[in-house]
């Protein structure tokens, strides 16, 4: 979803701005919720735009007195590319086509603060009062905001202002949410990559840390911070003895270094607090301490 968009214009109605950075108009526009065609049409200062974010919307004079420019419904594929002139300035276009492959324009004028929770949106300004735009695709859903700790984002803002909107663990599949736990994000090596030594940069992705225990995690810096004093986190590792098991925030906070099932070389870092029964490979594994015939007693 283009979640980035440009005020097209304003009226002359007083306003202020709300904390998820939305304009908070005060007096309507005289002409509001009539069909227009043009500016003319909705009296002065009035402003004439799509009203809704869905397949032929008609032009109407906008409740709010403003209109944003958002990428637009049909708009399905777009690709933006950069152009150089002989003396080496740059700039970039976007070419926009819809479902048919027809070209349309890339940005398309739409009311602000029109658009009520559960609808079609492609921006947070288009939807009414507090709602924000969320969904993680191109065309999102209003929805009652702004989002707390676990809900669905697709950026910051869309949060309650004390926490940031990133993956919600350390798996290809993960979703984006507000962060819990302190609401803080890390940015780590992409998960479900493997790294490139021809690469220059490593790609990343950013992370909620201060996951919940069992939550897969790739380094301690995602699980929970157990001593505010030292900012030590909760260990990150394998969550059993056995090939190929997660790496998750450890329940018991600890992890000990054990060799791989089956190797005398290779090593990793495996959480303890196994109950009696579970495969090990270490006695500082086991609630019990003591592993014996690589099953915890």
Partial sequence: RCVASAVASTSTTSSSVSSTGKPNLVIPNPGEGRTCASDGDCGEGGKCALSQYEPN????????????????????????????????????????????GN????????????????????????????????????????????VGAGGTCDEDMDCDGTTACALGEYSPGAKKVCCSGGGRAVDLPKAGTVPNEAEAEEETDRYCSSLPPLAQCHSSSMCPTVDERTGRHAACGREAYVPGSRRVCCPSEEAVRVFLPGSDFESDDYCTGMEGGKACGRDEMCVSGRCLAGVCA
């Fill in 103 to 146: 070209e349309v324009d890339p940005l398309a004028e739409y009311c602000a603060g029109t658009i009520p929770e559960g609808r079609d949106c492609g921006n947070n300004e288009q939807c009414a009062g507090s709602g924000v735009c969320v969904g993680g695709g191109r065309v999102g859903q209003c929805t009652a905001g702004p």
């Fill in 57 to 100: 919307t008609p032009m109407v004079c906008c409740p709010l007195g403003q209109s944003i420019l958002v990428r637009p419904f049909l708009a399905r594929d777009c690709i933006t590319y950069t152009i150089a002139d002989r003396d080496g300035n740059t700039d970039t276009a976007t070419l926009c086509f819809d479902v048919m």
